[in-house]
């Protein structure tokens, strides 16, 4: 009897990394590889609302040649490799496969089956049931397009690139189609080169718990998991006849991104003291088929009711101390305890105790361990049986880090795609390097590579739209154990300058004597020049000053009416403009506005103002005081008036009024006007 922990279901594609990341929640998440004589690309979108979308609209392929012969080009044009957009084959394309590939049958289920929205007056169970039904079918379509390539092709989730050259790298861009109303999709792209082998790795080694006839097969999944994205184990009697423990390939469940991806499958052994042997291999995105791992052996041991049981292992001055129970009422039965290392644990155990242990002492020290040592105990009874602990691993501390990257090497394009690239490490133990970024160079930096970077480059894209124009990386190799280098040196990057300068802000326009003077404020703080502008009636638009002052000053013709801009650029050539402001220039020996004949109710203490009407006044200003009070600012009269009403205190006001002329100018102001109320 064999039961499998882990379902054969992957939720979405967990492996495939895009080197940029955005906000948005909807997105194509794209790999690629080159297979001699074509690059091999597959993606799927991020989420099941995104698929359904895609699946209706498409996708769209798009190719940058970015490198040829290791130099990279100047120009870098988008190719376009489909004419028509890539989508589901329609059903009858499908129907040579069902029958003959189990994957195309699931992912066509998937597209096809039986869909019903749910009706209007549909109730929350039955809405939280159809979401769950299309996250199964979107889970499950990527599943089986990870199963085989005919699947991820009818799917419209593959294309092959036979149109490649050796010597080039290139840059694919996978689009949506789907119209931007009715959903955002954020397109995927992957760097490939089409002088790079596809090559997998062997799978890391496992284990096999057995207790009783039954083992556990247990292998983590997690840091090859960029790699493949199922595996199938294979049992054999004899070490060298295998056949597959599970019918289906396994993937790796976990209950969120950061938890364990563990596979776990379990198998009967049919006799005792017969050993078995056990292997996997991964399968990867593309449908195919890495090499095996290594053999595990599992050997059902005759039931003996007690086992050594190792609690504790520290390492003390270089040397391991070992420490284990034992069940004080099966003590009796043993005449004397091992303890056996080796290197692995599918390794050749040998013991490392010269002399037996005797049962009353639990403890050993190994005094010349390994770098990475398995440990047993082994119980000996007096009829020679021996029972073998669970093995146990100890590392010895290795603190120190590898050496941090050097010569980074950094670009960023108008559209804030960043490409870093370094020397290599070259330590045995390296595992891989993380990216960190901020906008300011002495803030926190914040990792943005979610998985160790293998290769010394990475892709990053930035917000070109914001007021921040620096941005900052740097650097840190990690080792097997984790410990990490100092970081790289700073590498900083000039976000492109997109936007524009704040408009300037005219403060004040004043007229002194025959000249009129302007005063303006940038917001900006990048702003490397102003110019200033002058237009009027039958005079062409002129550039009057160009600097980085931010006063002017000029002497206007009397008989005209001039408007002024100011214009601000930043460092990057990015202008904008103050709005239009309108001068006239104010004339000397501009008569005062004459008083005419006032009349007063003393006992309503009303007065009523009279004055003769100026030519080309736009408005009248009144001013006021009582006693030996200076002039003060009273009320502003239209310039069709030349009266007005006013009431107060008994007692002497006083009354001055100026007009205002519809070129800018202003008379001065008239003689005071003295009224008893």
């Known amino acids: ?83 028509d957009a890539i989508l589901p084959a329609v059903e009858s394309r499908w129907l040579k496969w069902i029958d003959t590939d189990d994957a195309a049958a699931i992912a066509a289920q998937c597209i096809f089956g039986e869909n ?33 390539a005919a699947a991820a092709q009818l799917s419209g989730l593959r294309w092959a690139d036979k149109d490649i050259k050796k010597n080039e790298r290139y840059l694919y861009r996978i689009h949506s189609l789907a119209p931007v109303e009715k959903m955002n999709i954020d397109y995927g792209f992957v760097y490939v080169g089409a002088d ?10 496992f284990q096999a718990v057995t207790i009783g006839r039954q083992t556990q097969l247990i292998y983590d999944a997690g840091p090859m998991e960029e790699m493949y994205s199922s595996y199938q184990f294979e049992k054999s009697d004899d070490g060298k006849n295998f056949s597959p423990l599970n019918k289906t390939p396994l993937a790796p469940m976990s209950e969120n991104e950061r938890s364990d991806k563990f596979i776990r499958i379990t198998d009967s052994l049919a006799a005792l003291n017969t050993p078995y042997y056990y292997r996997l291999r991964g399968r990867s995105p593309f449908a195919i088929w890495g090499p095996y791992s290594d053999t595990v052996k599992a050997v059902a041991l005759p039931e003996v009711k007690a086992f050594a049981d190792i609690v504790s292992a520290q390492e003390i001055n270089g040397h391991i101390s070992i420490a284990w129970d034992f069940p004080a009422s099966e003590l009796s039965k ?22 037996p242990i005797r049962p009353k002492t639990k403890t050993f020290t190994d005094k010349k361990p390994l770098p990475s040592n398995y440990y047993k105990v082994v119980s000996t009874d007096s009829a020679g049986r021996q029972v073998r602990s669970y093995p146990f691993l100890v590392q010895l501390l290795d603190s120190i880090p590898p050496a941090p990257p050097v010569d980074v090497k950094s670009a960023i394009d108008s559209s804030g795609h960043v490409l870093l690239r370094w020397k290599p490490n070259e330590e045995e133990d390296f ?14 930096f914040g990792r943005i590579s ?60 004043s007229v002194q004597g025959d000249s009129v003077k302007l005063c303006w404020e940038s917001a900006s703080a990048d702003v490397r020049a102003h110019r200033v502008f002058r237009q009027s009636a039958g005079e062409t638009l002129k550039l009057m000053q160009n600097d980085a002052h931010n006063i002017f000053r000029d002497k206007p013709s009397e008989t ?40 007063v109710n003393s006992e309503a203490r009303r007065v009523t103002l009279r004055w003769e ?65």
Not at 334 to 355: H, L, M, P
Not at 475 to 497: C, G, K, Y
């Open 450 to 509: 979610k998985a160790f970077v293998k290769q010394p480059e990475f892709y990053d894209t930035v917000n070109v739209k914001t007021l921040s124009g620096n941005v900052y990386y740097k650097i840190a190799a990690f080792d097997n154990r984790v410990n990490q280098s100092t970081f790289s040196e700073t590498v900083h990057l000039r976000r492109p300058d997109i936007m524009p300068p704040a408009p300037p802000s005219v403060t004040s326009i």
């Open 116 to 148: 019903m929205a749910p009706a209007k007056n549909a109730s929350i169970h039955e809405i939280v049931n159809k979401s769950k039904e299309q996250e199964s079918r979107f889970s499950f379509a990527l599943y089986a397009a990870d199963m085989s």
């Open 1 to 83: 009897m064999k039961k499998a922990t882990a379902l054969g279901l992957i939720l979405g594609l967990t492996a495939w990394k895009s080197a940029a990341q955005t906000n948005n929640m909807h997105a194509i998440k794209t790999i690629g590889q080159c297979f001699g004589d074509s690059i091999v690309l597959r993606w799927a979108p991020s989420d099941p609302l995104a698929w359904k979308q895609l699946n209706k609209y498409g996708y769209r392929i798009e190719r940058f040649t970015i490198m040829r012969d290791k130099t990279e080009l100047s120009e870098k044009t988008g190719v376009p490799l489909n004419s």
């Open 431 to 444: 595992n891989g390097y993380h990216v960190y970024r901020s906008n300011f160079k002495n803030a926190e």
């Open 560 to 599: 005209k009416i001039y408007e002024y801009k100011v214009e601000a650029e930043d460092s990057a050539g990015n202008k904008t403009s103050s709005q239009w402001v309108k001068i006239g220039y104010v004339k000397r020996n501009i008569p005062p506005v004459h008083w005419l004949k006032s009349s």
């Open 196 to 205: 790079e082998p596809y090559s997998l790795a062997t799978p890391l080694p």
């Open 613 to 677: 009407s100026a030519p080309q006044a736009a408005k009248y200003v009144l001013y006021r005081a009582r006693d030996e009070e200076p002039p003060a600012l009273y009320k502003s009269v239209g310039a069709d008036k030349n009266s007005y009403e006013d009431t107060g205190k008994a007692g002497a006001v006083k009354y001055w009024i100026r007009a205002l002329l519809q070129d800018g100018g202003e008379s001065p102001l008239s003689q005071v006007l003295k009224i008893e109320l």
């Open 334 to 355: 043993i005449v004397r305890f091992d303890v056996e290392r080796a290197a692995a644990s599918t390794g050749q155990f040998k013991s490392v105790n010269k002399s």
